[in-house]
């Protein structure tokens, strides 16, 4: 995928392969493709963003950090019915 080059700085064209106009526009349904490819970019955006949170929750989660919740969780008591 490439900006058209005679595109306008305001509103730029994007090229695309065969294949990938053909998969667009089968997934796209009724929708207009500009809008179709801006919810896909947002979707694509937040998914991205929720995968940094992750990866970065998942690396501070230390070796340290498991000893300490497992010894929390050792000492909290369980209510018992």
């Not at 349904?29 to 990866?55: D, H, I, N």
Request: aromatic fraction near 6%.
């Amino acid at each position: 995928m490439k900006v058209a080059e005679k595109s306008p700085a305001s509103r730029q064209t994007l090229t695309l392969t065969r294949s990938a106009f053909v998969m667009l526009d089968s997934m796209r349904g009724e929708v207009p493709k500009s809008v179709f490819v801006e919810q896909l970019l947002a979707k694509e955006k937040k998914r991205r963003e929720r995968e940094a949170f992750y990866l970065s929750a998942v690396a501070s989660y230390t070796p340290d950090v498991r000893m300490e919740t497992l010894r929390l969780n050792e000492e909290t008591p369980i209510a018992a019915e």
